[in-house]
């Protein structure tokens, strides 16, 4: 392969690395899920993948719900999404990841 041939490769099948990064969760208020995002879409996100990825465990777990009843100020489906809303992939795996999953 030519070397002109493989920068054309790389350049079509290169991944772009997201400008930024955004916990996404659902928290409930006042007895109604309600969608929010840290940092809000309104500021500039968080430039790191893995530092989004722990600051969204620590918040899921420090905002858990107790059992299967969910009250107000606990976060469900929180997860970790690109500055365009799309998910990303947690790092340690490789895979979907969602911290505190409901269906409700």
């Given at each position: 392969m030519k070397l002109t041939e493989g920068m054309q490769l790389i350049a079509e099948g290169w991944i772009v690395k997201p400008e930024g990064f955004r916990v996404k969760f659902q928290q409930m208020t006042n007895g109604e899920l309600v969608t929010g995002y840290s940092p809000p879409e309104t500021d500039t996100p968080l430039d790191s993948d893995?530092?989004?990825?722990?600051?969204?465990?620590k918040l899921a777990m420090a905002a858990s719900p107790?059992?299967?009843e969910l009250h107000d100020g606990c976060l469900v489906?929180?997860?970790v999404v690109d500055e365009k809303g799309s998910p990303i992939r947690y790092y340690a795996t490789g895979k979907p990841e969602i911290f505190n999953p409901s269906d409700i």
């Open positions: 893995v530092t989004t990825w722990r600051y969204a465990w107790e059992g299967d489906n929180v997860t």
